[in-house]
């Protein structure tokens, strides 16, 4: 990172805790200040260098945030500028990365289709979205409905439950632990592995390595016994995915899914809940539940912050100067944000899907297709098997903790009509 101005003078983000900066006065994406106020952060940042920005991410390292619209479609749009390839990320040659540092779950290369482009790309990409296309094919939401309910069972007679703790942060990964051909009873561990590993911290590589050991087992045992799964379709692909291909494929769809579509669920449950002419429409089907995910996607995207991209040569973005090797992070929600495409981001976008919650371009997220029929699934579920379904604190008690790469509810306490 170059020739970055200083933010001593920049202006307070009127944020709930004062921003961090590092010892060259960038700010950290990371720590306090951006886990009670990402948004102020990237405001404060928008304001002082446009729609992109110096970061220091975990471990001070430097990184630059993409905040404008434009920027981040054409840095997703553009991959012989800006690769997936983290190899020739310039602080990871030259040897400034701690091997066990929180960032490589999420940057690191791996022999996955994230981290490579081309004709690589296209192989790998391939296996997965047949082999998800495949699982989708046979009922995914089937498998919501039962697990819906099972979860549900559990609270609906206690009148009152926190549905981020008791339902959206398990359910997600109890579909998928069906649909990777994994036993039941590994949902709840590997979902709060993949929490841990998304929040980072010192914790994050052992979460990864505990996931990557799931998941090597699983292959080995469906290359053995095969079935109708996401994991012997990958195994049994014409791609000819060798054991590393398969891992890394399995925990990237694994947490990528899971991660997200949780955290979705979370935030239209809240918007739900907190508007009573959308509780009221969807119950009565006057309104369904995509457009509530179409809105929240623009807002509250499932992932923030979008891991990594490395310029392949010196080139100009946003008025910067990037370096070949630097790498970029890509802020979905502050491109969504951007007040150069929505001067007004309380003006709802009906039927316009341009947003950038799913990423973008080759890359664009090849599961959101089953994303989708997990969240409304479990929304319709849910509304119908809870009568009077309503929160039960005033919105202002909800609150929201965020990491570099995501915003997270922290709660959604609710309470419905009980009978005999």
């Not at 398990?170 to 069906?178: A, Q, S």
Request: with cysteine; hydrophobic share 40%.
């Amino acid at each position: 990172m170059t020739d970055a101005p200083s933010l001593t003078d920049a202006p307070a983000s009127g944020g709930r805790c004062p921003v961090s900066t590092g010892p060259d006065g960038l700010v950290r994406l990371y720590g306090p200040g951006a886990a009670t106020d990402p948004h102020g952060i990237y405001a404060r940042l928008r304001k002082q260098y446009g729609s992109v920005a110096p970061v220091l991410l975990e471990g001070d390292v430097p990184a630059w945030l993409v905040l404008g619209y434009r920027e981040n479609r054409r840095v997703l749009d553009n991959p012989r500028q800006f690769a997936r390839d983290s190899r020739i990320w310039r602080d990871w040659k030259e040897g400034r990365i701690d091997t066990m540092s929180p960032l490589i779950p999420m940057v690191g290369w791996r022999p996955d289709c994230v981290s490579q482009d081309g004709e690589p790309h296209r192989r790998l990409r391939g296996a997965v979205t047949d082999s998800l296309q495949a699982v989708a094919g046979r009922g995914i939401r089937r498998h919501v409905t039962h697990f819906a309910n099972k979860q549900i069972d559990a609270f609906a007679d206690e009148g009152r439950t926190d549905l981020v703790s008791e339902y959206a942060e398990y359910l997600p990964m109890l579909v998928l632990t069906r649909m990777f051909g994994l036993g039941e009873d590994q949902g709840r561990r590997l979902a709060a592995s993949c929490a841990e590993l998304i929040k980072g911290g010192a914790d994050a590589v052992k979460h990864d390595r505990l996931i990557g050991e799931v998941l090597t087992e699983l292959a080995a045992r469906k290359r053995a016994e095969p079935g109708s799964d996401f994991t012997t379709g990958l195994i049994e692909h014409h791609a000819d995915l060798d054991d590393d291909e398969i891992i890394s494929h399995l925990r990237l769809v694994l947490i990528a899914a899971h991660t997200t579509t949780s955290n979705l669920l979370a935030r239209v449950l809240q918007l739900v809940l907190t508007d009573a002419d959308r509780l009221a429409g969807l119950v009565s089907g006057q309104l369904n539940v995509s457009s509530v995910v179409e809105e929240v996607m623009w807002n509250t995207p499932p992932l923030a912050v979008c891991p990594g991209r490395f310029a392949t040569a010196d080139l100009e973005l946003g008025g910067q100067r990037v370096k070949e090797g630097d790498l970029l992070v890509l802020g979905l929600t502050a491109g969504n944000l951007d007040p150069e495409v929505r001067p007004d981001a309380a003006v709802a976008l009906h039927g316009n899907k341009a947003h950038l919650a799913f990423s973008g371009g080759a890359h664009e997220c090849p599961g959101q297709g089953v994303g989708q029929s997990i969240i409304e699934t479990a929304v319709d579920v849910l509304l119908h098997r809870l009568p009077g379904l309503r929160l039960s604190v005033p919105t202002t008690g909800l609150t929201s903790t965020a990491s570099t790469w995501e915003s997270r509810l922290d709660t959604l306490p609710a309470e419905w009509t009980t009978t005999p």
